[in-house]
């Protein structure tokens, strides 16, 4: 594989990892606005697109190993998918969901450190209005 090729493909699977470092930079310099929009960024590289394993329970019970891209799909296995989407919708399942989140600590940690900046944005543009 040529550099550009891997090259491209690093940048298309790894796209959202420094989107967080960047949030908290911006939310200290005080570009509200900014911070939102990367913090929106890492959340969807990291429910859509960032490298994970697939976790889907497979008949033995254990979880599959294969390739998936993002926290909330599977891998090309229809029954995997179709496993994914019950976790999601159905209540009983959503177990399956968090489980899957706890697997993969590293995307799931900046996931929910971005999803947390929502608020402390808005809070502390709020204390910097009023003060």
């Not at 976790?87 to 947390?116: C, F, I, K, T, Y």
Request: aromatic fraction near 6%; glycine fraction near 8%; proline fraction near 5%.
């Amino acid at each position: 594989m040529s550099v550009e090729r891997q090259l491209a493909r690093l940048t298309k699977e790894y796209w959202g990892w420094p989107l967080f470092p960047l949030a908290l930079s911006l939310l200290s310099q005080g570009a509200y606005k900014s911070t939102i929009a990367a913090a929106a960024g890492n959340v969807v590289h990291a429910l859509w697109q960032v490298p994970t394993s697939c976790g889907a329970r497979t008949r033995d019970g254990m979880p599959c190993s294969r390739n998936a891209k993002g926290l909330l799909r599977a891998c090309g296995i229809a029954q995997h998918q179709q496993q994914r989407v019950q976790a999601l919708v159905h209540a009983r399942n959503w177990q399956v969901v968090r489980e899957r989140l706890l697997q993969n600590w590293l995307p799931a940690g900046m996931l929910a450190g971005s999803v947390l900046l929502f608020p402390i944005t808005g809070l502390v543009a709020l204390v910097r209005l009023v003060a």
